[in-house]
């Protein structure tokens, strides 16, 4: 069965909980478990995590070249700064979807510039939490066709 990792990047755990009015009242957990839902209409497993740790997500990057088909990641603010991120995405040479729940480009300055935009082969952006599941469904297609 096809198996996909959800990777969550810096303060993505606090989702709900702190700043509603900038991030919503949608939590993290909330989040995942619609992806499982999905998960399941999609007839794929998922791994859903989350890490304020640059190099706890570079580990489970260079792991997903063993056990998994898809990465889907939001990296946060790494996203922005991390080139250690995008060398381990082209490293493990697994699919990657870059998700981000608003649109980074509308944003300030410094959100234009994303180093995983170099090796993900999409963007899902601005939709708030619906973009996870739109992500799901976006990289299974993605997945099937290649
Ligand atoms: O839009 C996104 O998904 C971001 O990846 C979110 C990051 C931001 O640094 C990126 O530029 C775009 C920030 C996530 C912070 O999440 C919080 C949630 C609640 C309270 C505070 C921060």
Known sequence: MTAILILNGPNL???????????????LADIEAECQTKARQLNVTL????SNHEGVLIDWIHDARQAFDGIIINAGAYTHTSIAIMDAIA????PTLELHLSNIHE??????V???GNVAFDLIMG??????????ERIV???AQT
């Open 13 to 27: 755990n606090l989702l709900g909980i702190r700043q509603p009015e900038v991030y919503g009242t949608t939590t």
């Open 47 to 50: 791994d859903f995590r989350q």
């Open 91 to 94: 490293s493990v040479s697994v």
């Open 107 to 112: 944003r300030e300055d410094f959100r234009r």
């Open 114 to 116: 994303s180093y995983i």
């Open 127 to 136: 939709h708030g939490a619906k973009g996870y599941p739109m992500a799901l």
């Open 141 to 143: 297609t993605h997945l």
